[in-house]
């Protein structure tokens, strides 16, 4: 049946927030024919992910949804849809909540939390909690990779999509975007991380390493970080640079399918937060997980529940390097080359080890048709 969805989301760190909100959004209208309203906070950070994204335009429609940019003035006399969704805990404004309060018809109010392989998920995950005054009551849904949760964002095409991206489509992906094409011998890197990540660090190992290497970065300080770090300003009409086996190719941002083709073309790829994190995932190859910080380090309690159930399968020294060179990335230890080029020397056995994990996580159903069941079961 099509219901009416309002998902609110805060920009926090320009691109994981709305990243998660758009590909939900995207996919409830296109795959399951839901109207959907997308509030948010920052179309400015939006827009580089979304190129047609007018940032001054205050309404506007892309892909079968409704964006709307929000603020107080905005919601005025708007009527609460049949689902409201909160995007990690994001807090809808007072006066949107005592509207849905006085809503007639039957309505399902959601806060989708934080992506988590902790193992207490599963029992938190679709519980309910009353409004302290209002007669409303909110849902917490979860996703995660266990099962009992909410699963993943995964598109209906998105698999068979990325099976088929052979030599060819990467070809096409590599011209369109002016991107260098493959040689023979190189390994090809992408870079997307926070700017905790010992970048620095990653850029000297590859600039002395032994075979010749690629590293994909997008625009922004990170990219400034490295192009400073080598010596080289970076302006619009030079972002290419070389030192020693290393070539660092800076690009504009993509929009998420070509992203994902980036993902696909690239043998390693280093990620960040929830989306990038997910879709790495999704691409099967060697990955490396850079992990939102948070206080008294409990980000850490994440990365090892989810490293504890990523390496279950694998042989006790494959999943010792591929933890040492997590930790290290994430700032634990200290990186150096001993601990990527172990890491390195795994490239094909984590091909097989990730596609088997793909083969797994394929068993649970996807995030989105998740919650349009869990909607339907509730009104």
Same mark, same amino acid.
């Given at each position: ?16 927030d709305i990243g998660v909100c ?6 409830l209208a296109v795959e399951h ?46 009527? #609460? ?15 949107? %909540? ?22 207490? %998920? ?20 979860? #996703? ?38 493959? &040689?023979?011998?190189?390994?090809? $890197? ?12 990653? $850029? ?13 970065? #997008? ?14 300003? %970076? ?88 933890? &040492? ?12 080359p001993i601990i990527w080029m ?15 994990? %793909? ?15 869990? $909607?339907?079961?509730?009104?």
């Amino acid at each position: 049946m099509r219901r009416s969805w309002d998902i609110f989301c805060i920009v926090i760190d320009n691109f994981g927030d709305i990243g998660v909100c758009w590909r939900l959004a995207r996919q409830l209208a296109v795959e399951h024919h839901q109207s959907v309203r997308l509030w948010v906070d920052d179309l400015a950070s939006f827009a580089p992910i979304a190129h047609d994204i007018d940032p001054q335009s205050h309404r506007q429609r892309l892909h079968d949804v409704d964006i709307c940019l929000w603020q107080p003035s905005a919601i005025e006399d708007i009527e #609460p849809a049949d689902v409201v969704i909160e995007a990690f805990g994001c807090e809808m404004s007072e006066y949107y %909540v005592q509207r849905l309060a006085l809503k007639r018809t039957p309505y399902v109010w959601i806060n989708l939390e934080y992506l988590s392989a902790e193992s207490w %998920v599963p029992h938190y995950h679709g519980l309910s909690s009353p409004h302290p005054v209002l007669p409303l009551t909110k849902t917490f849904f979860f #996703p995660s990779f266990l099962p009992g949760t909410g699963g993943l964002l995964r598109e209906r095409h998105l698999i068979s999509h990325r099976r088929s991206f052979d030599a060819e489509s990467e070809h096409e992906f590599l011209r369109r975007h002016g991107l260098p094409e493959r &040689t023979s011998a190189e390994i090809r $890197v992408s870079l997307f991380c926070y700017e905790t990540a010992p970048v620095e660090k990653l $850029v000297q190992i590859l600039c002395e390493s032994t075979v010749p290497v690629s590293l994909f970065v #997008p625009e922004g300080n990170v990219a400034l970080r490295i192009s400073t770090f080598l010596g080289e300003r %970076v302006c619009h009409q030079k972002k290419l640079l070389r030192q020693g086996h290393l070539t660092v190719q800076i690009f504009p941002w993509l929009e998420q399918a070509e992203y994902d083709r980036l993902l696909w073309s690239c043998d390693i790829n280093i990620v960040r937060g929830e989306d990038s994190f997910v879709r790495a995932q999704w691409a099967a190859k060697p990955f490396v997980w850079t992990i939102y910080p948070q206080t008294e380090g409990a980000h850490w309690h994440k990365l090892d529940a989810f490293l504890l159930h990523y390496t279950a399968g694998m042989e006790t020294e494959m999943a010792a390097m591929v933890q &040492t060179l997590w930790t290290s990335w994430n700032g634990k230890i200290d990186l150096n080359p001993i601990i990527w080029m172990n890491f390195l020397a795994l490239q094909k056995s984590l091909i097989q080890h990730n596609n088997e994990w %793909v083969d797994q996580l394929l068993k649970q159903s996807d995030l989105t048709s998740n919650l349009v069941q869990f $909607v339907e079961n509730r009104l």
